[in-house]
């Protein structure tokens, strides 16, 4: 059990101290890029509201767990649970989403640019604000559990229905209750997920064609061949694989505390240390593959 206790201290802990400042970090340089050059470009924007969505997922359940795990209690009454695990839930649905839209952008970069597709891809680029805002509307409507529910973790008695959450406690109350609302975010991951693999599968497919058509030719006609637009749409595809990678197990996870009661806590300290494993690498991917965010020192 003390070593179980001290692997979580260390685990949250290590992913506070790297995620907030990495995330705040490349929010600040796309921000920075916006200011000086009074525009982003539709996917930095879209990469922009997924590390905004980071910081909040770190902010909110990664911190508190963290300081739950160095030895701290009775930090927050009903009220400040309820904002808690409400934020927690839409900005972690917010990543799914964003991780989603940004794929599903970068499939219709790297489409034809005729007929349908020439007029979708510029309907989605002049309205990627618009769209970012529908999915936080979405999100902030699925996610009343938090608030209806959450209350600060006491001695009372609960029904096997709940959820424990280190300082808070999401109580459902009843079994139709539980199920309907975990069904409902299954259901959207299942989309969501299902949106990111069609897109992710068909960059796959161009990028193999792209590779086939390179072949034989010179080695700079190959460099030619080597556009933004491929090098970007390779970025996504390894985004996504980590994404599927990390949240496929924590959507495993729940849909497995669905058929049970009184769920262990260590279930969910182990999906909340998933998805904040995403919240820490992806702003580190974001960094490494978007050449605009790269500090350039003067000479």
Sequence with gaps: MAVNFHLKAFGFVTLVIIGIPVNIFVLIRFLYILLTE????????IRMSLTLANVFVLLSRVT??????????NLLNDNQCKVIIYTFRVSRAMSICITSFLSC????IISPVTGKWKNLKQIVNRHVL??????LAMNLVLYPSGILYGQATTNATLS??????????VDFLNYPIYIINGSAYVIREIIFVGLMILSSTYMVYVLYRH???MKGKRSSEKG????IEFKASRAVIVLVAMYLALFGMDNSAWINTLFMSNVDPDVSDTRLFLAACFTVLSPIHIFITTPKLHLKLKK
Excluded: F, W
Aim: proline share 4%; glycine share 6%; with cysteine.
């Design 224 to 227: 030619q061949g080597k556009t």
């Design 211 to 213: 590779g086939q058509a």
């Design 160 to 169: 096997p229905y709940t959820l424990r959450l280190v300082y808070c406690d």
């Design 105 to 108: 952008h970068q499939c219709l």
């Design 64 to 73: 508190t767990q963290a300081l739950y795990s160095i030895g701290l209690r």
């Design 130 to 135: 618009i769209i970012l805002m529908l999915l």
């Design 38 to 45: 009074q525009k982003l470009l539709p996917a930095n924007t």
